[in-house]
């Protein structure tokens, strides 16, 4: 979270204190999450990202997208005139803390009126994935990152009000790192589900499909849930075998990210190789409308392509992978850089 804020949106806060260090930063959220009086002292001089039913508040300037840290006081005064019965800062949830230790909190509005709020901080309230074709690449990789983990944070809390063995309300502590239940004591912390994304290949080639729900021309790695017992390797081999009826040969990790959509997921991103002798595809429909071997001049020319590109004159779309944001690109794009450095081009 060290350089979540680009510097555009760092301008309300307040310093309070020196973090010099990563290590500092690391303890002072720390702390934070541990102590609710010094969390609830930190409300005070924090910076809020805001959010409605869940869509961030992201405003344009010029070419770019970003949401903007609102200070505590500014945040009050928009509450004030907004509906302050209906919410409090103590409703935020922490997200982590700036260079300069300001601690950075994510406030849900939705039940105060959507277009006042808008009007008031010049921004708009923008449902995120429906908005990623048109922000992507106009908004900084760590923004975008900071409004992922927010979003996942407060749905998870939103739905978790209730403990699933008392049935009586949670309440979260004041920085929102775990809820309890009074009754019986249980406490729930915020959670996720590892997801392996893998791009298969087997020489020049590799393997992307297209879901039903996609939208119309994009295809990307395959992907799936882990299930209770399973490694990493023993997932990707499942999914593999389960979605294309192949066999994997080689496994290596390529890197994370975290994904809220539909809920909050850890993106683990491997690379994987198949035989040469067992390219033969059999794709399961139930998940996979299409699956197929691409060549690397085909990914290369999709890694290009705009998301949401335009229709070719044939009427159909050309093939594109998903955008920046998402760590799927970054794995094609990994794949593509190899095949190129292996061809000397
Ligand atoms: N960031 C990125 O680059 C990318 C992210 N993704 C994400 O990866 C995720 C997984 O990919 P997908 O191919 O759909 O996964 P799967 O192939 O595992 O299929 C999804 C189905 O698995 C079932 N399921 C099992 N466990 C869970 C769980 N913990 N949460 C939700 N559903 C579960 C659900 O079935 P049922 O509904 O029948 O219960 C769901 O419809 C998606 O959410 C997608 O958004 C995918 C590609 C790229
Ligand atoms: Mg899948």
Redesign the pocket.
């Known amino acids: 979270m060290q350089k979540m804020l680009s510097a555009a949106v760092r301008h309300t806060a307040r310093s309070v204190r020196t973090c010099s260090s990563y290590v500092n930063q690391a303890r002072y959220v720390f702390d934070l999450k541990e102590n609710d009086d010094t969390c609830r002292q930190a409300l005070k001089s924090g910076s809020f990202y805001l959010f409605h039913n869940l869509s961030p508040l992201i405003r344009k300037s010029e070419n770019t997208f970003y949401t903007p840290a609102v200070s505590g006081p500014d945040l009050l005064q928009v509450l004030g005139s907004c509906g302050k019965d209906k919410l409090s800062l103590e409703d935020s949830v922490l997200l982590g803390c700036s260079e300069s230790c300001v601690a950075e909190f994510a406030l849900d509005l939705g039940s105060l009126e959507k277009s006042a709020i808008e009007q008031e901080l010049s921004g708009k309230f923008t449902e995120i994935r429906n908005a990623i074709a048109k922000i992507n690449g106009k908004m900084d990789a760590e923004n975008a990152s900071l409004l992922f983990r927010a979003r996942s944070l407060l749905q998870w809390h939103d739905s978790h009000q209730y403990c699933s063995k008392s049935g009586k309300p949670t309440t979260k502590n004041v920085s929102g790192s775990k809820r309890v239940c009074h009754v019986n004591g249980l406490i729930y912390y915020p959670q996720m589900?590892p997801?392996v994304?893998t791009l298969v290949s087997c020489k020049n080639r590799c393997l992307l499909a297209h879901?039903e729900n996609f939208p119309a021309g994009m295809y990307?790695?395959?992907?799936?849930?882990c299930?209770i017992g399973e490694t990493l390797e023993e997932t990707i081999r499942r999914?593999i075998a389960e979605?294309v009826g192949l066999v994997v040969d080689t496994v290596r990790y390529s890197g994370s990210?975290h994904?809220p959509?539909?809920?909050s997921?850890l993106?683990l991103a491997c690379q994987a190789t198949v035989k040469d002798d067992k390219l033969q595809l059999d794709i399961n429909r139930a998940?996979i409308e299409d699956a197929r071997w691409f060549t690397l001049e085909e990914v290369t020319e999709a890694l290009q392509m705009k998301t949401l590109p335009s229709k070719l004159p044939d009427g159909t779309l050309p093939v594109w992978v998903?955008p920046k944001f998402?760590?799927?690109?970054h794995l094609i794009q990994e794949w593509v850089q190899e095949q190129k450095a292996l061809n000397g081009s």
């Not at 990307?220 to 849930?225: D, R």
């Not at 998402?326 to 690109?329: C, E, G, K, R, Y």
């Open positions: 589900s997801v994304i879901q990307t790695a395959l992907a799936g849930y299930e999914e979605e990210q994904w959509f539909p809920g997921s993106m998940e998903p998402a760590i799927a690109h």
